[in-house]
C-alpha cells in the first residue's frame, strides 16, 4: 500500500514503511488542491462512518484480504475477537495480506491490520497498535480527516461545490477519498492522544501496558535501518518514537505497572488439531 506518512490514519494510520502500491492509485489529480470559494458544509460522525465504510468496501475489493481459516484471520480472531464493540462503537476487522507494515481503524469501525505487522508484533503489540486507531477514531481525527478527504475528493467533480450536505459519491470518488487520505496527516497532539488512548485501552482491558512501549521500540529500531531516511522525512511532523516509547514507560512507571517487557512468540499459522482415530479394542484369545 502506498503511504505518506507514520501514524496518519483514517484509512492508514500506526506503521508505514513500505512504498508498495496495495491501495488505490488514482494519480496526482486524485490528490488535487482544494478549489477556492467553496461553500462549506456541515460533516457529522454518521456521515464520516457511511462514507468510511463504503471506502473500506472498496479498499477492500482491490486489496488481498485473508479468509476465515487463514491464519492470520484465526490469529486476529483470538487476540481482538472479543472486541467487538469499543467506545460505543461497533467494530468489525480483516486483515489485510501484504508485507507492508501497517493497520488502520475508520469511522464505521472499520479496523484493517497488514500481515507485515502482525509478522513483527506478538499479541500484546498487536493490541497496542490497534487501540492507538481506535483512539484515532474515538477522538474524532478520524472524522476530521474523512471530511477533508471528502472535500478534495468531491470537488473534483464539484459534487459538493454548491451544497450544504454529503453528496454521495461514485466508485471512482470513493477511490479518490482512499488515495486523498494517504496524503493527510495528524498533529502532534492528535498523534499523543491516540497514544494515551492506546495505553488506557491496554490498562482498562487487562494487557500488558508495557506493550505500548514494546511496540514504539520496535518503530525505534526500524528506523535506524535501511529505512531510516524515510522514516526521518515522514516523522518530521510526528513525536519520534523512541519519545513516545519514553511516555508509554513513564506512565506504567506511575502506575506501578513498569515490567521491561519481553516478546512474546508470534505464531500466524493456521493450526489444525486432528482427532485421534480410536483403534477397535483387540480382543483377546481365550
Not at 486483515?95 to 501497517?102: C, G
Not at 505487522?117 to 477522538?139: K, S, T
Request: charge should be positive; avoid cysteine.
Amino acid at each position: 500500500m502506498k503511504t505518506k506518512s507514520i501514524f496518519p490514519l483514517l484509512l492508514i494510520a500506526f506503521l508505514s514503511f513500505s512504498k508498495t502500491n496495495a491501495q488505490i492509485n488514482l494519480g496526482e489529480r486524485a490528490l488535487g488542491a482544494l478549489q477556492n470559494g467553496v461553500a462549506s458544509f456541515t460533516f457529522s460522525d454518521e456521515d464520516a462512518a457511511n462514507l468510511s465504510r463504503e471506502a473500506v468496501r472498496k479498499m477492500d475489493s482491490v486489496n488481498k484480504v485473508a479468509g476465515p481459516k487463514d491464519g492470520y484471520t484465526l490469529r486476529l480472531n483470538r487476540v481482538f475477537g472479543k472486541h467487538s464493540s469499543e467506545n460505543g462503537l461497533k467494530l468489525n476487522y480483516k486483515v489485510y495480506l501484504t508485507k507492508d507494515v501497517n493497520a488502520f481503524a475508520t469511522a464505521d469501525g472499520s479496523v484493517r491490520v497488514f500481515s507485515g505487522l502482525m509478522d513483527i508484533m506478538d499479541d500484546n503489540e498487536l493490541l497496542a497498535v490497534i487501540g492507538h486507531e481506535i483512539g484515532h477514531v474515538a477522538n474524532h481525527d478520524s472524522r476530521d480527516a474523512m471530511k477533508a478527504a471528502y472535500r478534495k475528493a468531491a470537488l473534483i467533480n464539484a459534487a459538493a461545490s454548491q451544497s450544504d450536505k454529503v453528496a454521495k459519491l461514485t466508485d471512482s470518488q470513493l477511490g479518490q477519498i482512499g488515495s486523498a487520505i494517504l496524503d493527510s496527516k495528524y498533529s502532534r497532539k492528535q498523534e499523543s492522544e491516540a497514544d494515551a488512548y492506546s495505553y488506557d485501552f491496554m490498562k482498562r482491558n487487562g494487557y500488558d501496558v508495557n506493550a505500548v512501549e514494546a511496540a514504539f521500540t520496535i518503530l525505534a529500531k526500524m528506523s535506524e535501518g535501511s529505512e531510516s531516511n524515510f522514516l526521518t522525512q515522514m516523522m518530521s511532523s510526528h513525536p519520534d518514537p523512541v519519545s513516545r516509547a519514553e511516555t508509554a514507560k513513564s506512565k506504567a512507571e506511575a502506575d506501578g505497572l513498569y515490567k521491561k517487557y519481553t516478546q512474546k512468540p508470534i505464531n500466524n499459522k493456521a493450526t489444525t488439531t486432528k482427532t485421534p482415530v480410536k483403534k477397535a479394542p483387540v480382543k483377546k484369545k481365550k
